[in-house]
């Protein structure tokens, strides 16, 4: 005798969604007790389970498979070909007995009194029962021995679940506004209800490849905040854990609130590099606690908005992606290109004598704006032995082979920085 279990007896379910595109399901039902051998459907599972994943407790297992064979217009008829079938009239209510021939490139049926072929009809197709073999969802078929527990645990890998962090950025004049969100999306083809969630932020390695599945049914919903993400350190990842349990809908995308923070302290400055035609503009701050932060950031996008102070509407003005990002660590966006800042970078001059060789450089930064900037200037060396000989402005070494100048423009005027760096190719460093 073949036994059904479903969702509706879940006692506890769990589930962990990692940033790469798959979860681990941790699900308790209740079972009846048997004293024979049997075979459990056992339903409601993710159609993209990774079979190799599973484990159970509480049941003592000969066989397992994972059916996911299901019902199709198509497959329907097809396991019908050599059978009879009926057409069915509903203006005359008069249903005729046929047996299906073919369905590749349409329906054609015999006529079981007159042997009359008929092609594509317009009547109703009536199959007399659902064939052996089809399944309505996708289930998890076990042959079991006699048990006498009456709660199981099955624990499995899926793919189709995925999430992301994204972050909005209410931008000042003095401080900004962060508020991060969390958005889940189920493209398991199974819906997942009051559940225990957990999402790991961090890199974990797997080696299964899992696909991808996008879905043109897509259902967007959003969370009340007033339960909140609690965030702890586990192994070498981050884990967040909902405090109260939700339900992920079959197809849907959900947000929850993750952060929400004001008078985040910022600096705004612009970036050029040599031989750059455009000019970065930049948005950093620091993730302490003493900047009301302080806390890992997952991965993610951030979108920044500022106010138009003539109508007080807000305005988009960029966006970025951030890497995980620690606590203690600054966090970097590059929002766009600045229209009234120009920075002309070019060689003035270089030359050998002996083993030196000379360079010198200039830089001319043109702020149009009505307000002072400040712009930070990288400037790669060519050499990895290279010592500044002269300069205008006072710098900083970023590494072996750049070097790095802050400078303040004033509104409407420029600002010139001039250098020169010379190289030693009588150096030589040997490694053994």
Request: glycine share 4%.
């Amino acid at each position: 005798m073949v036994f059904k279990s479903i969702s509706k007896e879940t006692t506890d379910l769990a589930i962990t969604v990692y940033n790469a595109n798959f979860a681990v399901v941790k699900e308790k039902r209740d079972f009846r007790l048997y004293d024979q051998d049997e075979t459990i459907h056992y339903m409601n599972v993710s159609e993209q389970i990774e079979t190799d994943s599973i484990i159970i407790k509480g049941l003592s297992i000969r066989e397992l498979n994972f059916d996911h064979d299901l019902v199709d217009k198509h497959k329907l008829l097809k396991k019908y070909i050599d059978q009879t079938v009926y057409l069915y009239n509903p203006k005359i209510k008069l249903k005729v007995e046929y047996r299906l021939l073919s369905v590749d490139g349409g329906i054609i049926l015999e006529n079981t009194n007159t042997n009359e072929i008929v092609i594509d009809p317009e009547e109703e197709v009536i199959l007399p029962k659902l064939p052996e073999g089809l399944i309505v969802k996708p289930s998890l078929i076990w042959k079991v021995r006699p048990q006498r527990t009456r709660e199981i645990d099955v624990t499995y890998t899926t793919g189709g679940l995925q999430w992301n962090a994204n972050y909005v950025i209410y931008l000042h004049e003095q401080s900004l506004d962060l508020t991060g969100w969390v958005l889940l999306e189920n493209n398991t083809g199974s819906t997942f209800k009051d559940a225990r969630l957990k999402l790991v932020a961090g890199d974990v390695n797997k080696t299964t490849n899992l696909p991808n599945h996008s879905t043109d049914y897509i259902v967007y919903d959003q969370v009340d905040a007033d339960y909140a993400f609690e965030e702890k350190s586990f192994n070498d990842y981050h884990l967040y854990t909902l405090q109260e349990k939700t339900t992920l809908k079959s197809n849907q995308e959900k947000q929850i609130n993750l952060l929400d923070v004001s008078n985040i302290q910022y600096k705004k400055y612009y970036e050029c590099e040599y031989g750059d035609d455009q000019v970065n503009i930049i948005l950093e701050f620091q993730n302490t606690k003493e900047n009301q932060l302080g806390m890992p950031f997952p991965k993610g996008k951030v979108k920044v908005y500022s106010q138009d102070t003539d109508d007080g509407d807000l305005e988009f003005i960029g966006e970025d992606r951030i890497s995980h990002t620690p606590k203690e660590e600054p966090i970097r966006l590059q929002l766009g290109q600045a229209f009234d800042i120009v920075c002309d970078s070019r060689e003035t001059d270089s030359y050998r004598e002996g083993k030196l060789e000379y360079y010198t450089f200039e830089y001319e930064i043109k702020n149009h704006k009505e307000q002072a900037i400040s712009m930070k200037v990288k400037h790669p060396l060519r050499q990895k032995f290279s010592e500044i000989a002269e300069t205008t402005h006072d710098y900083r070494k970023v590494d072996t082979r750049t070097i790095e100048f802050l400078v303040e423009v004033p509104a409407n005027e420029k600002e010139t920085i001039r250098f020169g760096y010379v190289v030693d190719h009588s150096i030589n460093v040997s490694i053994r």
